[in-house]
């Protein structure tokens, strides 16, 4: 159900996806597709905050355990250096058919001494002295970040008191269909709610969130790369260089006239966050953190169509390689067997 397994009150025991208890000798904490959803998760941050222009100077990750902390400064379009804690929030994997309906994101995994309030009143104080600003929530979906919530650190317990009045209002009114659960009090872990269209009533929750002073969706803000993009990624994007340039200082401008296949920049980005900006080419997967490393590779060419299934992501060299290598045919074919996958 989650990138993180959520825990009962012991140690001994979690919920599974189907919300059923489960004991730690019947299956594993944290399974493989666990770890890699989360990897995928957080290694997809720094581009996605790249492209909306929050650009990103540290990415620290901290291992305890089965956990990960993970802690990003960016320096905002405006000039601001923000410091913020990542929560993932529960995984959108197949396994639930209500999963698209609901997102949220734990704030800790038990209660400490005190109750609610003072576990809220720990998680902030604790990341102040961190020096962090905000919390952000990231909800995925596939291959695209669907919700990116940027709360401010001083406004986070008194979302979550807000989210907890508006369910226990739902509840008195009969509003939450089945659900007899406080949105926020999930278990013994303080939730934060980024959706809820489970009940016609249940948005009340996570408007709560989404309508407080200060709380940004980073992933409605429009990609500040996609303009630069629409250049690079042609069938025909590595010409032979003019050589009647060469050994020129200073040269002058001179007007030229080409014509170009029209792209859709939104097929673009879709292959880069199905692919997690890493390469797709089988055997490869090299990635970096900077913006515009990835070509997106028209397999038939952009002449014949600019859908998902005839796209993949390649590094530099795999696209070149796709381009002029004696094999590039064999690779083609390869690499359209595997976007077909995506029609």
């Known amino acids: 159900m989650s990138e993180f397994s959520l825990y009962l009150g012991m140690a001994s025991s ?48 901290i ?65 102040t002295k961190r020096g962090l600003t905000h919390n952000l929530l990231l909800q995925r979906d596939g291959g695209a970040i669907i919700f990116a919530a940027l709360i401010p650190i001083e406004s986070l317990h008194a979302i979550w008191n807000r989210q907890r009045e508006v369910s226990d209002d739902l509840h008195r009114r009969g509003l939450k269909g089945r659900a007899k659960k406080n949105h926020a009090q999930n278990g013994t872990s303080p939730t934060l709610w980024l959706q809820d269209d489970r009940t016609p009533d249940g ?37 032979a260089p003019d050589y009647s340039t060469l050994g020129r200082d200073e040269g002058e401008r001179v007007p030229v006239l080409r014509s170009e296949v029209r792209r859709d920049p939104h097929v673009r980005r879709a292959v880069l966050e199905r692919a997690g ?21 028209h397999i038939l060419g952009a002449e014949k169509s600019d859908r ?16 002029y290598a004696p094999y590039a045919d064999d690779l083609n074919k390869q690499l359209l067997t595997y976007a077909k996958r995506f029609g």
């Not at 666990?34 to 996605?48: G, I, N």
């Open 14 to 61: 979690y919920i599974n996806s189907r919300g059923a208890k489960v004991s730690k000798g019947d299956r594993l904490f944290r399974g493989p597709e666990s770890h890699a959803a989360e990897k995928l998760s957080r290694d997809a941050l720094a581009p996605f905050l790249n492209d909306r222009g929050y650009v990103v100077i540290a990415d620290e990750r």
């Open 63 to 127: 291992q305890t355990g089965v956990a990960t902390q993970q802690f990003i400064s960016t320096r905002t379009p405006d000039g601001q250096v923000l410091s913020m804690r990542v929560r993932l929030c529960w995984r959108r994997d197949g396994r639930n058919p209500n999963e698209k309906k609901y997102s949220a994101a734990q704030l800790a995994a038990h209660l400490r001494s005190g109750g609610w309030d003072a576990t809220l009143e720990h998680i902030t104080s604790r990341d």
């Open 203 to 239: 948005h009340e929750v996570a408007d709560a969130l989404w309508q407080w002073p200060g709380v940004i969706d980073l992933a409605k803000l429009i990609p500040h790369v996609v303009e630069s993009l629409l250049v690079d990624d042609t069938y025909d994007d590595c010409p």
């Open 277 to 297: 900006f890493a390469c797709e080419r089988e055997d490869c997967g090299k990635r970096r953190d900077f913006p515009g490393f990835l070509d997106v590779h």
């Open 308 to 323: 998902v299934y005839n796209c993949v992501a390649l590094c530099p060299c795999c696209h070149r390689e796709a381009h």
